[in-house]
C-alpha cells in the first residue's frame, strides 16, 4: 500500500504532511521502509519522551494489554490510581484529573476556572487572559485561548470572555486584568509560538496580579511538562513562583495519548461528580505507559541529562552562531530550544531532512529541537555538524 496516495484520497486535508512514512522507531532513530535511518529531534512533536520502543514502555503496555486495556471511569483503576500518586508526590499539587490530550488538560482547567468564580460569589468572573503567540489547542475554548488569528479566524465566533495580553509585558496584563478575571493562562515557554521563555519577573508579576484579583494562574505545560526543560516541570525553575493549576500531555505516556490536570490544595473540591469527565481519560494502558515514563525519568537520570546535553547543544550552537549570520537567535531551555534564521524555517527542516534529521518548525523563521530525553552527545554533535554544513553551503 502507498501510504501518501491513500492518505490524500482518504483523510481530511488538515495537514501538510512531509512525504516520510515510519515504518520503525528505536531509541532517537526512525527507520522508514528503504531502511534509511533518521535522528529524531522532533519527537513526535515533544511526545516520545523516551524516544522509539523504549524497552521500560513496550514491557508495561504489553503487560497491561493482557491484563486490561479499558473499564471507565465508572470503577475504579488500579494503573490510574498509581500514576496519580507518583505524580502527585513528584509536584507541588494535590490531586490530578486524566484525559487523552492538551486541549482537553486546557478546557479541565479553563471549566475549572469558571466555576471557581461562581464558587467565590461573582457571577462575573468569567473573564480569561491568555497571551499573544500562544499555543493552548484546537478545540473551541482553547482556540480561544490560543493568541494566535490564523487558528481563529475561520471559526468565529469564538468562546466569550477571552482578552490578550503581551508575553513577557507585565503592563499589559495590569491593563486587563479586574476582579472579574477567573484564570490567566500561560505557558512559562511559548513552544509553537516560536520559543520564547517567559522572564522571571513577568511571571512573579503575573502571580502578584492573580493573587490581588482571585485569578487563578494556570501553566499550560502540556509541551514543557515530564522533563522536556531539564525539571519535570518547568514551573519549578521559577524560584518559589507555582501556578494554581498546570496542564500537561504531550510527553507523559510515551506517545500514547494522555493528558493532565495537575490541582493545588486549595482548589480540589472545585469540581464535583458530574461537573467533568472523559471516557478514555486515565485509560490503563495509557496510564501504565506513563507510570513507566515517570519511573525511567528518576531511574535513568534523564532530568541530568537533559540539563547536561541543553548546555552543551546551546554552546555548541553560540558558536554556530558567532561563524554564520543567518542564525539570529537561539533560545529556550533544556530539549525545547529554537533557532531562529533569516531564511524560511521550511527550507532548513528540509536541509535537516536531507541530512538525516527530523525537526519541527515553530512559525515562519524558527526551528525547533524537541529531541527525546534520552540522547546522547554524538547525537548532538551529529546535529551540529549537520548545522555546520548546512549553513556553509548557504553562505
Ligand atoms: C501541543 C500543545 C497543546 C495542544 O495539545 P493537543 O494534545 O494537540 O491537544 C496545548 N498547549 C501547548 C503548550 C501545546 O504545545
Redesign the pocket.
Known sequence: MDAIKTTDKYILKTYNRYPYAFKKGCGAYLFDKGGHKYLDMGAG??VSSLGHSHPAVVKAIKKQADKLLHTSNLYYSIPQAELAKKLVRSTDFSRVFFCN??????EAALKLARKYGKLIGNENKIKVISMDH??????MA?VTATGQKKYQAPFLPLVPGFEYATYNDIDSVKALIDDDVCAVIM?PL???GGVHPATLDFVKGVRELCDKHQALLIF?????GMGRTGTLFCYEQFEGIKPDLM?T??GIAAGL?M?ALFVSESLVDVLQPGDHASTFGGNPLCASAAIAVVDTIRKEKLLANVLKLSNYFMGKLAKLQARYGCIKDIRGKGFLIGIEIDFPASELVSSLLEHNIITVPAGSDVVRFLPPLIITKRDVDFVIDALDQIFNERN
Request: charged share 25%; aromatic share 4%.
Open positions: 512533536i515533544a490530550s492538551g486541549a482537553e488538560a486546557n500562544s499555543f493552548h489547542g484546537r478545540t482553547t505557558e511559548q513552544g509553537e499550560d505545560e502540556v509541551q514543557t496542564t500531555a504531550k495519548p493528558g
